[in-house]
């Protein structure tokens, strides 16, 4: 799922400066999960934003949002007197939640309060990794299910590269294993290291031609 | 006139090539003192591009200035600036200049650079580039259109044989044998058993490729523990490290170029490979004594 | 309609002097939603009962509130009164006025203790009814392993009435029984025989177990016997899986055939076809294991056994000769009176063999002098290692292990022999615990835990005191992967959706999981946000540098209580909140308790390594760290938010901390 996380609260404090009244509107999908913007994380910046204001000696009035799932325009219209309501909105939504927040409130400045990272998975609680670029040339029947296009620093697709650690790390994270060193293991594993050896021809990187759209076949 | 690199590798039996780093500015003063005193003592002379991803003055450029003062220069093309079309455009351009020999690399990541936030392009990875160098050989491009005047270059690339693990890169250089190549330039050895086992496998798959072990002086034992922790690929066994270590205040680079020499003359003597590419970026002014201790004079 | 709230105050028979409870009386009178308040000397008392029960019916009392001693120590009978007058007995809160009030601080307190009770009064009017219901419990038990302490815990639950599988992975029973006849003295052919004859015992051999789902009193196993996989179902599970040994040998000694183990030793000294006795034996122990006292035990018989056999000549290293156990000092006695030599030493004995015989050199400590001895045989030192499967049935069954890999997490509470999972338990050497004696005890203990869990077949529960909103949880798995105690699972809601299920037979109600839920849809009846800051709402307009101090009711709650009895006095600005974990409280709370106007919030739990629920103040200190960044980037630094752990019966620990507290809290300006 979509991995955020939150802003610097430098940056916010600076988004939400001229603002006197404002609203967190949170997201109960990726961003509640990844513990960057559920209805808890709501509360907690709410709480931080108060207590700034406080310690600056001046005045802010914070309200506290959560919708379901911030890119489904029905959704996000439950929240509109809300938003009537205020001046400006942080949203901790992905940047699609963010964009239909303000698409759906053209008058109101909508900020986001966090950084729409990867599309990733939890390794454990609290500690996620990406795992896919979202390419729209999927090939991971290629590779023994280990993504390269993100998980090898460099997405190669012939790889390792030369620049391999000791003990099958990544070149620039020595916290990092390499992608291909790990493709290997999980093809030899299988009884498949013929598919690594085969010659892979350069991507199609325009398979997705951004801004990507999807139509499905039937209503 | 040198003779052409490509001659050289068929006849030659121990063949020498070396490195020089351009500078960072438009200046090619220092890279015309390197060259002046490289070109004739070496079989052919590498450039490298934007090496560990810091901006400099290209390879193709310095390429040029060797050509022109009679030197065989060997362009290095890495996949991380340039996109597909950037790389073909680039390549008809270095060889309507007589430059013709490449070789072929993936590139370092823009995080060891100085220039951290650029966009990292990798449109092609080394072994695609080896293709994409054979099919503009046979006169098309990579989408199949008919080139209006062929290139030939002579191919080389890179391999590691003290990679960790070593199955994987194992793979990849049976990739990059199959696509075709006339020369492999490794990384650094330190451990020439390392340098005979990569050479035997390379034999089972391609008895025609020449294999020159890259020759990398280390001046110090702290520089020599600096690359192992630091820098991937690189294994400089302890016995190496002590004999730096038992070497006196200030005679760190004259250790470093006799441990060099002596290498250098045992693959020759044993035939581990076919040669040397000798790499001493910012002391190219030394290559010449290495290859004098080496007896390659 | 707003709920009608009724308040008892006690002045505990008068002893309780410095509050003026007239005008207190008064004051809290005029609270919102409270319709009587009572004044008594003597509320636990059972007239001071009786007065409560009527009054409650009276008054169409909804919710109680109940100023009076520690609710550590009355709680459970004021909860009674409430349920006789026809209230559900959660719907009690309690304001602790004298321990942590009256006899906490110097002076009046009035104010401080209207200030508890409307603390209480505003959690009171948040409070819900929490039901008891009954659940049948499966009252069968699986008893895995097949050695001393698994057949001793089975034929003694059969006693007790209740039926047992006994799960043993070889092939036949026994285990490491073979190795305690010679030293313990018993036949183990007689135990096997007695479990195989018993109707209430099924025997399992050749069996692994391939999965476990399921809490206490459902346990669904399965189990993987002659090729085929069953599933059963059991109230309990008890592990007595064992361990193994190694010798402690550098590789090169490993192949020698002059070194054994005990147990060669023994089938030597059995063996009437022996070719050659051995002259001089050598025996090792407490070196690199220090658990041993099974290895002295065996020592100490083994040379016995050999200086009667064969007349050898023995010498026994060691650092430290434990003797704690039963009848051991006695045969250490024996064995100097027979001509064993004892040799100690610091460190090790080097080892080498050299002409067919084993040379031992190390330096003697009474003597201060190294010695050499060569010996025929030296029965090596023996490290005690978890069992093979331990790791496999860690994860299995989802319970943490120690730090050198046995089963049972080395939390204080757990011991002797629980898990952090309910119905589930230890026994036996898989502890890492290898005295027999001590065994034997634990068996005991693991049967009477067995019995009072499972032989009524049915249990009595709290339903539904911590639950995940199925409309508002996002299925993150957090809490799942989190609970310490395994209580919770993926269960499908009634409209398909998977959410997070909280068993309440196997909840302990600690609160960790409502914490941690990023979508707050976890509510913990009592101890809730809204029960919380409610609590803070009521310490006034201005807070004047009180601060609030979150206080496990494990640790610093009674410790707070112990202060008090011990009338150590502490500054009076503290609002200690009862939590049933440190790790209950959240970043979100500290948050909105500083934004409430506190000037400093502190978070007291049990000391490290000694948590109830495992984890919890772990997380509790993480969390106070992180509320220290958060704090940070709104410029509220300055250490005003704290962690501290103590014991219960910590009383100056309590007040040590709460001193450093008030030092901070002085300078807060808030």
């Known amino acids: 799922m979509i991995i955020a996380e939150r802003k610097p609260m430098e940056e916010i404090k600076q988004l939400i400066a001229p603002y006197k009244k404002v609203l967190v509107a949170g997201c109960e999908t990726c961003v509640a999960v990844c513990w960057a913007g559920g209805e808890k994380e709501v509360g907690i910046l709410a709480s931080q934003l108060r207590l700034a204001r406080s310690a600056e000696g001046s005045e802010i009035s914070v309200l506290e949002a959560t919708v379901e799932r911030q890119c489904e325009r029905e959704m996000v219209a439950e929240i509109k007197d809300k938003v009537a309501e205020v001046d400006a909105v942080i949203s901790l939504a992905c940047g699609s939640g963010v964009q239909t927040m303000a698409e759906m409130f053209e008058d109101k400045p909508v900020f986001p309060g966090v950084n729409t990272t990867f599309i990733g998975m939890p390794e454990k609680e609290g500690l996620w990794v990406e795992m896919c670029g979202a390419c729209g040339d999927c090939f991971l029947d290629r590779t023994g299910g280990v993504c390269p296009i993100v998980r090898c620093a460099k997405g190669l697709l012939n790889g390792p590269c030369g620049g391999t650690r000791k003990g099958g790390k990544c070149e620039i994270d020595p916290d990092k294993d390499c992608a291909w060193v790990l493709i290997y293991r999980r093809l030899e594993k299988q009884g498949r290291l013929d598919v690594m050896r085969k010659y892979y021809a350069p991507k199609n990187y325009r398979a997705v031609k951004r801004p990507g759209k999807v139509q499905a076949a039937k209503a | 006139m040198a003779k052409p690199f490509r001659e050289i590798l068929k006849t030659k039996s121990f063949v020498v090539t070396a490195e020089c780093g351009p500078v960072k500015g438009s200046s090619v003063s220092k890279a015309m003192e390197h060259i002046e005193l490289l070109k004739d003592k070496v079989d052919g002379l590498n450039v490298t591009d934007n090496q560990s991803s810091v901006m400099r003055y290209p390879s193709l450029g310095v390429c040029l200035l060797i050509k022109e003062h009679s030197g065989e220069p060997i362009l290095q093309v890495t996949c991380r600036d340039r996109n597909r079309l950037a790389i073909q455009a680039d390549l008809l351009f270095a060889y309507s200049r007589g430059v013709n020999n490449i070789l072929c690399l993936t590139g370092d990541s823009i995080d060891v650079g100085d220039h951290k936030e650029a966009k990292q392009v990798f449109d092609l990875d080394s072994v695609q580039l080896i293709h994409l160098v054979h099919t503009m050989n046979s006169g098309k491009d990579m989408a199949g259109n008919e080139l209006d005047g062929a290139i030939d270059f002579c191919i080389g690339t890179t391999a590691t044989p003290s990679a960790d693990p070593l199955e994987p890169q194992l793979v990849k250089v049976e990739k990059k044998l199959k696509a075709g190549v006339s020369f492999i330039q490794t990384q650094a050895v330190y451990e020439l058993d390392e340098l005979r086992r990569f050479t035997e496998f390379v034999r089972k798959i391609d008895d025609k490729v020449k294999i020159l072990g890259g020759i990398v002086p280390v001046i110090g034992a702290k520089m020599a523990a600096y690359m192992n922790e630091n820098v991937p690929g690189i294994s400089i066994p302890q016995r190496l490290i002590d004999e730096l270590a038992q070497a006196p205040k200030g005679t760190g680079v004259a250790k470093g170029i006799e441990i060099a020499a002596r290498m250098i003359k045992q693959i020759k003597e044993e035939k581990i490979c076919d040669g040397v590419h000798i790499m001493f970026i910012g002391r190219e002014e030394k290559v010449p004594d290495i290859l004098g201790a080496a007896g390659l004079l | ?464 005191i911590v639950k995940a909103d199925p409309q508002k949880c996002v299925a993150c798995l957090t809490c799942i992967r989190v609970c310490p105690h395994g209580a919770i699972q993926l269960v499908r809601a009634d409209n398909s959706k998977e959410v997070a299920g909280i068993s309440d037979l196997a909840c302990y109600a600690c609160g960790i999981c409502a914490a941690i839920c990023p979508a707050k849809a976890i509510k913990f009846k009592g101890y809730g946000d809204d029960e919380i800051l409610a609590q803070i709402e009521a310490v006034g307009e201005s807070w004047n540098g009180r601060y609030v101090a979150f206080c496990c009711e494990h640790s610093a709650y009674p410790a707070a209580d112990l202060a008090g009895k011990l009338r150590l006095h502490y500054p009076e600005n503290s609002r200690i909140i009862r939590v049933p974990c440190a790790g209950q409280v959240d970043v979100f709370h500290i948050l909105k308790t500083f934004e409430k106007g506190a000037a400093a919030v502190v978070v007291m739990g049990c000391e490290e390594g000694a948590c109830h629920h495992i984890t919890g103040n772990t997380r509790a200190k993480e969390r106070v760290k992180y509320s220290e960044t958060l704090l940070k980037e709104v410029s509220l630094d300055g250490g005003r938010v704290r962690m501290f752990n103590l014991s219960p019966n910590a009383p100056h620990k309590f007040v040590k901390a709460v001193n450093e507290i008030a030092k901070i809290t002085k300078e807060s300006g808030r």
Not at chain 3, 34 to 57: A, F, Y
Not at chain 3, 285 to 303: G, V
Not at chain 3, 356 to 375: H, N, P, Q, Y
């Open chain 3, 1 to 464: 309609m707003e709920t009608k709230i009724g308040v008892f105050l006690c002045n505990c028979g008068g002893a309780i002097k410095n509050i003026d409870f007239d005008a207190a009386v008064k004051k809290v009178a005029a609270l919102p939603g409270v319709t009587c308040v009572n004044l008594s000397s003597d509320l636990c008392l059972e007239k001071g009962r009786e007065k409560m029960m009527s009054r409650i019916r009276e008054e169409h009392i909804e919710k109680v509130a109940v100023a009076a001693c520690s609710p550590e120590f009355q709680e459970h009978i004021f909860r009674e009164v409430l349920e006789k007058a026809g209230l559900n007995g959660h719907l009690l809160s309690m304001a602790n006025i004298r321990e942590q009030c009256s006899w906490a601080h110097e002076g009046d307190v009035t104010e401080k203790a209207v200030e508890l009770v409307k603390m209480a009064v505003n959690r009171a009017r948040l409070l819900q009814p929490v039901e008891k219901k009954e659940l049948p419990v499966n009252k069968d038990v699986l008893v895995v392993g097949g050695g001393f302490s698994a057949i001793k815990t089975t034929l003694q639950l059969s006693r007790v009435g209740l039926r047992t599988t006994l799960l043993e992975k070889e092939t036949v029973l026994g285990g490491g029984i073979g190795k305690l006849e010679s030293f313990y003295g018993f036949d183990p052919s007689s135990m096997i025989r007695a479990v195989e004859g018993d109707k209430n015992i099924e025997v399992f051999t050749s069996a692994q177990i391939t999965a476990v789902e399921g809490e206490i009193g459902d346990f669904k196993v399965g189990i993987r016997k002659d090729g085929e996989e069953v599933f059963r179902k059991y109230g309990a599970i008890v592990l007595a899986t064992g361990y193994q040994t190694e010798l402690a040998l550098n590789s090169g000694m490993k192949s020698c055939p002059n070194i054994v183990s005990q147990e060669q030793l023994c089938n030597m000294l059995r063996d009437s076809g022996l070719e050659t006795e051995p002259k001089s034996i050598g025996f090792m122990f407490d070196f690199s294991d220090e658990d041993s006292r099974f290895p002295t035990l065996a020592t100490l018989h083994n040379a016995l056994e050999a200086k009667r056999k064969w007349g050898s000549e023995v010498y026994v290293f060691y650092r430290s000769v434990k003797v704690d156990s039963e009848g051991v000092e006695r045969l250490y006695q024996e064995a100097r009176d027979c001509g064993v030599v004892f040799l100690k030493s610091d460190m090790s004995p080097r080892t080498s063999v050299e002409n067919g015989r084993v040379r031992i050199e190390t330096k003697d400590v009474f003597l201060g002098e190294d010695i050499t001895l060569a010996c025929d045989v030296l029965v090596a030192e023996e490290l005690h290692l978890p069992a093979k499967e331990a790791g496999t049935l860690s994860s299995l069954l989802n319970i943490r292990r120690d730090s050198r890999g046995f089963l049972q997490d080395e939390n204080v509470h757990l011991y002797p022999v629980g898990s952090e999972r309910k119905g589930i338990f230890f026994v036996g050497g898989c502890r890492g615990d290898l005295d027999l004696g001590r065994v034997l005890v634990d068996t005991s203990s693991v049967v009477m835990n067995v019995h009072e869990l499972l032989s009524s077949g049915k249990t009595l529960v709290d339903v539904e």
